[in-house]
């Protein structure tokens, strides 16, 4: 278990329809990352929240937005979800810098099947 | 902007055959991370190693081995006498390494997939 939870594991919707992943970071950390891997993309940086506000946006389509709350777990929220938003998505928290370094673990990840 | 490239987007190899996987990586930045994650047929991503820009040491652990080289920006990766458990895909990453409390993304490559065969 790397400390970071993913809910659900598996998820198969249709087009059209809006999902909600989560994430619950490693206790301590602050910052949240989600990434996106799909075949023909491969491991993308969507977006990153570091105590409950936006730090770095990446390749992230206006469908899909993020947030992190208090409690510092963080929800990706996918609407009007295409067949192409068929991928793998994960969740990743780091902490404070330690020896110059501020960690990095990925949870397991939400496969998302849109049918 | 950064970009990590893996040219080799398959090998198969035969049990006990060493393998190596490229990476190739451009950034801008004085000081970086390198990485090597593996992900199993089981889709999670397994932390394998993290290398700081200006620690150039090759690197073993086991069966496993790395090369940085700086001069040439690439950063391999190594399997010796390879088992069928090493099938999986390898990514190569890079992230600054500025330090900033709120950490830093992780720019992937595309990933290697590598089937030993027994």
Do not use: M
Request: aromatic content about 12%.
């Amino acid at each position: 278990d790397s400390g970071v939870t993913q809910t659900p594991k598996h998820l198969i919707t249709a087009t059209g329809q809006r999902v909600t992943l989560r994430c619950s970071p490693r206790s301590g950390d602050l910052s949240v990352y989600w990434y996106q891997q799909s075949l023909d993309q491969g491991l993308q940086f969507l977006i990153q929240y570091y105590n409950g506000e936006e730090r770095a946006k990446g390749n992230i389509l206006e469908r899909f937005s993020a947030q992190q709350f208090p409690d510092l777990h963080s929800e990706l929220n996918l609407s009007s979800l295409e067949l192409g938003d068929s991928a793998l998505y994960f969740c990743a928290s780091s902490g404070r810098p330690k020896d110059g370094y501020y960690g990095y673990t990925f949870g397991s990840g939400t496969r998302l099947t849109v049918v | 902007a950064q970009k990590v490239t893996q040219a080799q987007t398959e090998i198969s190899v035969v049990e006990k055959e060493d393998v190596t996987l490229d990476c190739v990586y451009e950034t801008r930045d004085t000081t970086y991370y390198l990485f090597w994650y593996k992900q199993p047929p089981s889709g999670e991503l397994v932390f394998l190693i993290r290398r700081n820009s200006f620690d150039e040491q090759n690197e073993i652990s086991g069966r496993y081995s790395w090369n940085f080289q700086k001069s040439t920006s690439s950063f391999n990766f190594t399997i010796t006498a390879s088992q069928v458990v090493d099938s999986a895909v390898y990514f190569c990453a890079l992230s600054e390494a500025k330090v900033k409390a709120a950490g830093n993304k992780l720019t992937f490559g595309g990933g290697t997939r590598v089937l030993v065969k027994p």
